[in-house]
Every structure is written in structure tokens, then in C-alpha cells.
């Protein structure tokens, strides 16, 4: 089983309704893959809104998610605007440098590409 990573902006500007936006983009992504049945992880849902919830610094944070994405994920799904986060960024190079496929859809209309792939 491959699973995708899913990298993209979270905080941005850092205001509440950004932070949203970004989640329910990010969710929109994860739905697609659900539904073609390829597994994912994405922080985007896997703490969202801890940044009100918990205590825990984003550091800690951004080293759980390079955590899970070493030793569990086989893939990177870049979401546009990955590159307006530094921890997106981190997580791309970490993923091309490792040799992990990374794949950048424009929109959802995008992933029949990683779905193909996941599934071979």
C-alpha cells in the first residue's frame, strides 16, 4: 500500500480564516484520493486548529509531520501554493532528495496522475 503525503500552506498569514481556507482546500484533495481509494496522511486535518487547541509551538508540528512523511508516505502531493510554506518546501525537497515521487496538480482535476500511481 503508498501512501501520499499531502503538502501544502497551513497557517499563511496566520489569521483564522486563512487557516480554514487552507484546511478545507487541503480537504478537497484528501476527498479525491478517498474516494479513489489511495491512502493518505494530511496534517492539514490531522491537527487542525490545534493552533487553538494545544499549547504545542509549530516547530513541533512541522518535525511530527517530516516524521510521518520519513517513515510512513512514499509520495508527496504538492498542492498549489505549496510554495508559500516553508514547511511544505521542507517537505518537497526532503521528498526529492530521497528520491520519493512528488506530484503538483494545478487543481483537483489534477491527480489522475499520483491516483495511477498509487495504485500500480
Known amino acids: ?4 503525503f499531502i503538502a501544502g500552506p497551513y497557517f499563511s498569514k496566520g489569521g483564522r ?7 478545507r482546500n487541503a ?5 479525491v484520493l478517498a474516494n479513489s481509494q489511495v491512502p493518505f496522511f494530511c496534517a492539514h486535518s490531522h491537527t487542525e486548529h490545534f493552533e487553538e487547541k494545544a499549547s504545542a ?5 512541522r518535525k511530527m509531520d ?15 501554493d505549496w510554495e508559500t510554506s516553508s514547511g511544505a ?7 526529492q532528495e530521497n528520491n520519493l ?3 503538483f496538480p494545478k487543481s483537483l482535476d489534477g491527480l489522475t ?8
Open 17 to 23: 480564516e486563512e487557516i480554514e481556507k487552507n484546511i
Open 57 to 61: 509551538p509549530e516547530e513541533f508540528y
Open 89 to 95: 518546501k521542507a517537505e518537497v525537497k526532503w521528498a
Open 113 to 120: 496522475e499520483i491516483i495511477n500511481w498509487a495504485k500500480k
Open 1 to 4: 500500500m503508498k501512501i501520499v
Open 66 to 80: 517530516m516524521e510521518i512523511l520519513k517513515r510512513c508516505c512514499n509520495a508527496v502531493l504538492a498542492l498549489p
Open 27 to 31: 480537504e478537497k484533495y484528501q476527498i
Open 101 to 103: 515521487p512528488v506530484f
